[in-house]
């Protein structure tokens, strides 16, 4: 299954105010960029062009992956507020 | 506006809930914050709760009561290189009557379940909070506040089992910087399909449940796969550690689809109905990474404390977890009764820990993590397993070679004699 129909069978309660944001200017320099390789909701994207990475939070599982593996200080990361977020079902 | 109570616990999964509801039978002030919007909708595992002497002694009737799946009555061990697979099944009539040796269970359920033991017993639970930092005051955590929302609450003694992450933690100064190579992540796919197709492809009768494991399922990865039985579903995933996920290059979903395609895996889910996607991490650094487990004010349970180990053989979290939980409730009504929540007080928390088998356990196999870094047990060794049983089989007219002889050369050829001998140290001293 592609990670679109994955992500696609997990509800989440989506919150206007993101949890996770990006530094632009870092993660533009970022030699590794492993959030969005590792992410396993495929929520970073890095546009080659626009030298952008960008982050989908409203699709995040909050595992905390990305908050692991970046090292340049790049996320700001933290759980969404009381209620928002991935809500699962049976799992 | 501040609100007084005895002990917060922040988080209610199985730590939390436990420790909950053993607060509230003391008599005690307890209140639980919980971030979803119900227990256990933000919880993950690979499905399987073990069977816990904590659980059984403070709810005796769990088994009636609580919404569990399968006992888990067979227990497979795999090695897995992409085109066979080795496995040693262990099956057991002792582990298909009561005391069940444990059952697979859905967490958005069970968790509920148990902080709702904990409420019937006096514990408040708040939902929908989550925690963002500790009160401190007078050189101890006295409090926590919540996100998005104005006022405090005020305790005596904060359990922190806010899992993997704990920023409780951070906040308090306990947690670890946390290295890659000691956290797992675990991915996981729920399929549907109907009880009996289950029971006929993994030969199980009733109730009976099954528990996979995969060693090498995971590509290059240092890591394995999962598969266990529910009544209508089966949970199928990975776990691979971090640092190698990251080193591989390669995406966690495209592993598990090669897990899930792979011959001896593929038969057994095919044509079922994908039901829920879910990821979380797991701390597996075991004894040589735990953080300070307390300090003035402030308990750790569970995940939040790294309360979780695996040698290769057995994964373990959900047990180390609820005993930890009601250690620390113990510990805070000794506490609380001698009027003194200093770090001094609390330490007893630490030796409870160490006298029962959850640090046992954890110190018992603390080289394991160590030996859980080494590559070859997740790529060559499978490959030397396989290797040795094609050549015991097959018929093609080559002479065969006695098994010592066959599995010598199958390892100098696929390991060579120096790692050999250094693996054999270090994994004999991990587990034998």
Redesign the interface.
């Known amino acids: 299954m592609n990670i679109e129909d994955l992500t696609q069978l997990t509800q989440f309660q989506i919150d206007e105010q993101p949890h996770i944001t990006v530094n632009k200017d870092i993660c533009r320099s970022c030699d590794h960029r492993a959030c969005v390789q590792a992410c396993p909701a495929n929520c970073y994207t890095f546009n080659e062009e626009t030298k952008l990475l960008s982050v989908v939070y409203e699709s995040c599982l909050e595992c905390g992956t990305c908050y692991v593996l970046c090292d340049k200080g790049g996320l700001d990361w933290s759980y969404p507020r009381g209620g928002y977020g991935v809500g699962y079902r049976l799992t | 506006m501040a609100k007084y109570f005895d002990v917060i616990i922040v988080g209610a999964g199985p730590a939390g809930s436990l420790a909950a509801l053993k607060l509230a039978r003391a008599g005690l002030n307890v209140i639980m914050v919980e971030?979803?919007?119900h227990p256990?909708?933000?919880?993950?595992f690979g499905g399987l709760l073990h069977n816990t002497p904590v659980l059984n002694e403070l709810l005796p009737d769990f088994h009636e009561r609580a919404p569990l799946e399968r006992h888990v009555y067979k227990k497979v061990l795999a090695f897995m290189t992409p085109e066979s697979s080795v496995s040693l099944t262990f099956e057991n009539e002792n582990f298909d009557k009561p005391p069940y040796n444990g059952y697979t269970v859905?967490?958005?359920?069970f968790d509920r379940w148990l902080a709702d033991e904990a409420v019937k017993a006096g514990a408040l639970l708040l939902?929908?909070?989550?925690a963002e930092n500790v009160i401190n005051e007078h050189g101890r955590v006295a409090g926590i506040t919540?996100?998005?929302?104005e006022g405090e609450l005020r305790s005596k003694i904060v359990i922190a089992a806010d899992g993997?992450?704990s920023?409780m933690a951070e906040k308090a100064g306990l947690r670890q910087d946390?290295k890659?190579e000691n956290?797992g992540?675990g991915?996981?796919?729920?399929l549907g399909m109907p009880e009996a197709v289950i029971n006929e492809r993994f030969h199980l009768v009733r109730d009976q449940g099954a528990d996979i494991s995969f060693l090498g399922a995971a590509g290059d990865m240092r890591g394995g796969g999962f598969i266990y039985t529910n009544y209508e579903?089966v949970?199928i995933g990975l776990v691979v550690h971090?640092d190698s996920?990251?080193d591989s290059?390669?995406?966690?979903?495209d592993t598990l689809?090669e897990f899930l395609q792979h011959s001896s895996v593929r038969k057994l889910v095919k044509v079922a109905t994908?039901?829920?996607?879910?990821?979380?991490?797991i701390p597996e650094g075991g004894y040589n990474a735990l953080p300070p487990l307390y300090t003035d004010g402030i308990m750790l349970a569970g995940d939040a404390a790294g309360l979780c180990y695996t040698n290769g053989i057995n994964l373990e979290g959900i047990n180390l977890a609820m005993t930890s939980g009601v250690l620390a409730a113990e510990t805070a009504i000794e506490a609380i009764r001698e009027n003194d929540y200093t770090a001094r007080s609390l330490a007893v928390y630490r030796k409870k820990l160490e006298q029962s088998f959850v640090l046992k356990d954890m110190k018992e196999f603390k080289s394991a993590a160590g030996m859980m870094h080494l590559e070859r047990l997740f790529r060559s060794y499978p490959q030397v397993l396989a290797g040795i049983m094609e050549k015991v089989y097959r018929t093609d007219g080559t002479p065969r070679s006695k098994l010592l002889r066959l599995a010598r050369r199958e390892a100098l050829q696929k390991v060579g004699l120096t790692d050999l001998i250094a693996d054999g140290f270090k994994i004999g001293r991990s587990l034998l």
Do not use: I, Q, W
């Not at chain 2, 256990?40 to 993950?44: C, D, L, R, W």
């Not at chain 2, 859905?106 to 359920?109: G, I, Q, S």
């Not at chain 2, 919540?146 to 929302?149: D, E, S």
């Open positions: 971030r979803g919007s256990g909708v933000k919880n993950m859905f967490r958005p359920a939902t929908d909070c989550t919540v996100k998005g929302r993997v992450l920023f946390f890659a956290m992540m991915v996981k796919l729920l579903s949970s971090l996920l990251k290059g390669r995406t966690p979903y689809n994908p039901l829920e996607y879910s990821a979380h991490l």
